[in-house]
């Protein structure tokens, strides 16, 4: 290669503007289809009741069996959970005992937590070792009680246990002050996934106190209304590294054309127009496609790298402890594909045309035009 320097350059260039602009995409996307993972899991239906203070416990028996002579319900959960102050804030409290598991964490605790026991995730446990203890915890709600820690869970849960704390249910009661015999919510499971929107109002009819539902649909279009408002912060992001890919299309696109002597001493001793639009293609691709290769490497490895706490910190601006991130990578070829497309289609155009400009010149003129 005659210009080496100016082809690392060009590559090294290249590299960082595919990175760059490949992180912003792949994140949205990522955390998109990984949301849509943790919501398939979660239950069709959540249910709550309310009054004119706001939401309010319900009482379990009789809430359960008016959800139960709705047509459609297969299985309905009470669930007991709220907010707690913990040491370093707020921290979320989940009630748990072995038929109310969350599937997301059937197979990654040993055992439920006792009375007076607690498992956290891995925001609260301060950097303590899965499977060690990590001393105790002081958690506060209606009263203020000091838990044994006898576990934390699994730091590839982070996403979604960052700040959990389970507990017993009877403790979790007697901490949010809950009476007994009630619970948070109820946790409804439907027959079929269209059922979720049509039997809303046949739950609301079967409670003799008003109540309030999601459905697994809504919480997934508010999930993504959100990404849609992220999506329109990183769009402002990528004008720049966009700014940047023409700046580097029309230095190519300048240098392309100051090489037009070469291209005619080149048909001078016999290359075809051919020959001379192929070796200008294989040079660029010499260049592009190892530094798109490594550009996209970058970028799967900041998004997709196991444990990637600094996303949270960089796009949420996380104070404390932040999530370790391990995200989907279910439409990742379809992000890279068009990254690829982004950022080289313009390059090897900007070297191509005016090849093909000269190839197809006459070889007196091309010659001629370098010496003025």
């Not at 007991?80 to 964490?105: A, C, F, H, K």
């Not at 970058?298 to 601006?317: E, K, T």
Request: glycine content about 8%; overall charge neutral; proline content about 6%.
């Amino acid at each position: 290669m005659r210009r080496p320097y100016e082809a690392l350059l060009l590559g090294i260039t290249l590299t960082l503007t595919i990175a760059i602009v490949g992180t912003l995409l792949l994140f949205p996307r990522a955390v998109q289809d990984t949301l849509n993972t943790l919501l398939d899991a979660s239950p069709s239906i959540v249910l709550r009741r309310f009054d004119a203070a706001g939401f309010c416990p319900l009482p379990v028996p009789a809430s359960v069996l008016a959800a139960q002579t709705v047509v459609g319900v297969v299985s309905v959960r009470p669930r007991i959970w709220g907010l707690v102050n913990g040491p370093d804030g707020l921290l979320t409290m989940v009630g748990v005992q072995r038929e109310g598991m969350p599937q997301g964490l059937a197979g990654q605790l040993t055992r439920l937590p006792e009375r007076g026991e607690v498992i956290i995730g891995f925001g609260v446990a301060s950097g303590q070792p899965a499977g060690q203890s990590a001393g105790t915890l002081q958690l506060e709600g209606v009263v203020r009680q000091t838990y044994q820690v006898i576990d934390r869970l699994p730091e590839k849960t982070s996403l979604f246990t960052h700040d959990l704390v389970l507990m017993n249910p009877e403790d979790a009661r007697h901490l949010i002050g809950l009476p007994k015999g009630y619970a948070s919510d109820l946790a409804i499971d439907v027959f079929h996934e269209e059922e979720q929107d049509a039997i809303l109002s046949d739950l609301a009819a079967a409670f003799a106190w008003p109540v309030r539902c999601v459905t697994r649909r809504q919480s997934q279009g508010m999930s993504a209304s959100r990404l849609n408002r992220a999506r329109t912060l990183v769009a402002i992001t990528v004008i720049p590294a966009v700014l940047a890919l023409c700046l580097l299309v029309a230095v190519n696109t300048r240098k392309s054309m100051g090489r037009q002597s070469d291209l005619g001493i080149m048909k001078a001793t016999g290359w075809t127009t051919g020959d001379i639009i192929r070796f200008q293609m294989y040079r660029e691709l010499f260049v592009c496609l190892p530094s798109a290769v490594v550009g996209i490497c970058l970028s799967f490895v900041l998004v997709y790298g196991p444990g990637a706490g600094w996303v949270a910190d960089f796009f949420f601006g996380w104070k404390t402890i932040p999530p370790s991130f391990y995200l989907e990578t279910t439409g990742a070829a379809t992000v890279v594909l068009e990254v690829a497309a982004l950022m080289l289609v313009p390059v090897i155009a900007s070297a191509f045309l005016p090849a093909l400009k000269g190839a197809t010149s006459d070889v007196h003129d091309m010659i001629k035009g370098a010496d003025r």
